[in-house]
């Protein structure tokens, strides 16, 4: 069977552009594949609800956030810090930071106790563009982490920093 044939790949395909990735989830501009994405060049990124967008920013009043300059400040003088990549399985196995731990958006309150059990420890959390990271880091403030912070820019920033990748 060959795709646009009505075979189930064919219509799997035709669904593909429909699956959200939530926030920072790109995909290849292509003429006439409809979906809820705003572009950005020749790639398009998930728009995001008003909803969500009030959800962010009302976490953000509550978290300390750093962005890439700032990254590059904590790791060049050496303080101690947890790197945390809180995108999704599928994001993290295309590329993440070199060192960072991956807990995603879905399991980081669950299972970062196990992880860093030190309440006081600084983390770094990142995602796509800061927003999940955000969100994850207003929740660590409410189960005790002192110190947890959301790095602006996200993946789209760390991933032209020149920093090492896996």
Known sequence: MTAGDGSLRSRLRALVPLWSGGEGFARSARAGVPGPYKAVGRTQYMKHSEGFLRLVNDAKTRVKEIDLDGY???????????????????EWAAGHVAGAIHLSKGTIERDIEGRVPDH??????YCGGGFRSALAADNLGKMGYTNAISLDGGWRALKDSGLPLE
């Open 120 to 125: 006081a420890a600084t983390l770094v959390l």
């Open 72 to 90: 590059r400040k904590l790791r060049a003088s050496s303080d101690a810090h947890v790197l945390v990549d809180t995108r999704e399985e599928s």
